[in-house]
């Protein structure tokens, strides 16, 4: 079974930029969830979606915004970008959508936006 | 939204000792908690997992207990070994999940040979 597919790995943007980028989730699972990963603040939530509905949301700004294809793809976007958008993005999914149920996450490897 | 805490940073264990990293918590309705392992250059992976019904759980070498009282969680790694080397996140989810998963800040594990 193929793992969590995130699409560029790697990117470098100017500040003002638009980003999209893109997560294939492991076959089966609904619940695709982003994460921003810096060194100093470990791993932020951005977002979960499951079943094409955004069902958290973490404190980030409205640049960073996100959807969910009917296939369970999920895409993640951020307008004018800043500097301190520099990070790898991680996206994972799983098999439930949380609350008591709540199941592993697997990960992706990850896209690593550079923004000069 | 939840707040968690870990500790330390940085822990430098020699070999075949054990290691103990500590989380703290803030919503008392968190219910399920668990640890991820992060080793230089990859994916985080799900090590060990526990959910508030239980004071604590064992694989192997590892093991996590959980206080609800004091809101505290602790990852055990017993013999450590050189592939032990890496950065464990603790992670908390409320059972409201609004916030979804909220991740420590990471402990990077070093182990002396």
């Known amino acids: 079974k193929a793992g969590v597919t995130q699409t560029p790995r790697y990117l470098i943007k100017t500040r003002g930029q638009q980003v999209t980028l893109s997560c294939s989730p492991i076959s089966g699972h609904r619940s695709v969830s982003w994460y921003q990963q810096t060194p100093g603040q470990g791993l932020q939530f951005l977002f979960e979606y499951f079943s094409e509905t955004q069902r958290n949301k973490g404190n980030f700004p409205g640049r960073f915004s996100g959807r969910q294809f009917s296939n369970s793809r999920s895409e993640m976007n951020v307008s004018t970008l800043e500097l301190g958008d520099s990070a790898l993005y991680l996206c994972?999914?799983?098999?439930?959508?949380?609350?008591?149920?709540?199941?592993?996450?697997?990960f992706g490897e990850g896209s690593r936006l550079t923004v000069l | 939204g939840e707040n968690v805490e870990q500790h330390p940073s940085t822990l430098s264990v020699q070999e075949g000792d054990s290691a103990v990293i500590k989380c703290t918590y803030s919503d008392s309705a968190s219910n399920y908690f668990p640890w991820y392992k992060q080793e230089l250059g990859k994916r985080p992976q799900l090590i060990i997992d526990?959910?508030?019904?239980?004071g604590e759980k064992k694989d192997q070498r590892i093991a996590v207990t959980l206080n609800k009282t004091a809101k505290h969680f602790s990852l055990h790694i017993t013999e450590t070994q050189p592939e032990d080397s890496a950065v464990y996140f603790c992670a908390v989810y409320s059972g409201g999940g609004a916030d979804g998963l909220t991740f420590g800040k990471g402990t990077h594990l070093i182990i002396q040979p």
């Open positions: 526990i959910r508030s019904n239980v």
């Open positions: 994972a999914s799983s098999l439930a959508a949380g609350g008591s149920n709540t199941g592993e996450l697997f």
